[in-house]
């Protein structure tokens, strides 16, 4: 199912979730070493991908996935980013709008910033949590 769905990474434990609304079957999938996902069948017979951050910011439950993994997971995305620096030790999704998604992060170093990322291009804008108290209830990670 893994494969099917478009996962590279190295599946090391999986479960059935249970079926959405549309009764189509949900699986949890952990990965060696990163952030797990939920993978849910499509209409086309396809799979979709959520990864384990966004389900716990929706009320699902990730059993395979960790803060170490997911904080991993996310310094993927900082990559060739104005926060390339930043070695992620806690992640949390702040929510969404059209233009983009927010996320507050915690660097190795200490630094607290929330970071936005644009659909398409990545990431688009660093702000400091001083200025975010009203993007997702504002900074709380400590």
């Excluded at 479960?15 to 952030?35: D, H, K, T």
Aim: glycine fraction near 12%.
């Amino acid at each position: 199912m893994g494969r099917e769905a478009g996962i590279a990474c190295q599946v090391d434990d999986g479960r059935f979730v249970g079926l959405n609304p549309e009764r189509r079957e949900i699986y949890e999938i952990g990965y060696s070493g990163a952030e797990g996902a939920w993978i849910e069948r499509s209409n086309s017979r396809g799979w979709s991908v959520k990864a384990c951050m966004t389900v716990s910011a929706q009320g699902g439950e990730c059993l395979y996935s960790d803060e170490d993994e997911t904080a991993s997971s996310f310094a993927e995305r900082l990559r060739n980013s104005p926060l390339s620096d930043c070695a992620p030790t806690r992640v949390r999704p702040m929510g969404s709008n059209p233009s983009g998604s927010f996320y507050e992060v915690v660097c190795a170093d200490e630094s607290h910033v929330v970071a936005r990322f644009s659909p398409t291009e990545g990431l688009q804008a660093v702000i400091p949590c001083g200025d975010a108290a009203r993007i997702g209830g504002g900074c709380r990670l400590r």
